[in-house]
């Protein structure tokens, strides 16, 4: 079975510059995750999808991040602008559960670095 | 913010030993998971265990949970080099509908050859 596959693996870019994230989740997975991990952290969650919906989006810097989960498969992640402390990695998982009482599955994540 | 928080920060031991490392929470639990992460990767499911279980087993793995204490422990017996990574405890509340998983900030464990 594939896994979640994430590209870019790594990204630097200046600050106030765009940029992008995808995300392709197991198939046949409904729930869809998107997480934040600082260097020293834990995964922090910055968007839920059920599907193509939104379900928590309340830990979203929505100013300026955006995510949208086309066709209810394929996800992407954007930044614009970034922002030095937006430096970190950002880790997709995927699930058949969406309410937490099974695991997830999480991609190798993007490490983006702004300068 | 994070929920739980891990203990210790960090862990060091030889090929062989026992490693133990602890999680402690403050709400009331549906369920605790820990997942492991090695170096420049993602996270990797270990195992789950319900706010009504006590103990739950898999291979060298074993995760006991006290919800009276809040807490829960992970323990890796006979540990291999491979075993070197970061381990993350993540709670679901009690009554989440949506199934959130706070993440502590993690164990950094080191095994020596």
């Known amino acids: ?3 979640v596959a994430q590209s870019p693996r790594y990204k630097i870019i200046e600050k106030r510059q765009s940029v992008a994230f995808w995300c392709n989740p197991i198939s046949g997975h409904a729930t869809l995750y998107w997480y934040q991990q600082i260097l020293g952290q834990g995964p922090k969650l ?4 059920q599907n193509n ?8 810097p929505k100013d300026r991040f955006s995510a949208e989960r086309l066709k209810g498969v394929d996800s992407t992640l954007k930044i614009q602008p970034a922002k030095l402390e937006d430096s970190a990695v950002y880790l997709c998982a995927s699930s058949l559960d969406g309410g937490g009482r099974a ?3 999480f991609g190798p994540g993007t490490r983006l670095t702004v300068l | ?9 960090a862990l060091s031991i030889q090929e062989g030993e026992n490693a133990t490392m602890n999680c402690s929470y403050k709400t009331s639990i549906n369920n605790l998971q820990w997942y492991r992460q090695n170096s420049g990767r993602g996270l990797v499911h270990l195992i789950l265990i319900r706010s009504n279980e006590r103990e739950k087993h898999s291979g060298r793995l074993r995760v006991t949970l006290d919800t009276s204490k809040k807490s829960s422990s992970l323990l890796i017996t006979a540990s291999r080099a491979a075993d070197t990574a970061s381990y993350f405890c993540a709670t679901v509340d009690r009554g989440s509908t949506l199934g959130r998983l706070y993440f502590g900030r993690g164990t950094q464990l080191t095994v020596w050859p």
């Open chain 1, 1 to 3: 079975e594939a896994g």
């Open chain 1, 46 to 49: 910055l968007i839920q999808f």
């Open chain 1, 53 to 60: 919906g939104v379900v928590d989006d309340s830990q979203l």
């Open chain 1, 103 to 105: 695991e997830q599955f």
């Open chain 2, 1 to 9: 913010s994070q929920q739980g928080e891990e203990d210790p920060q």
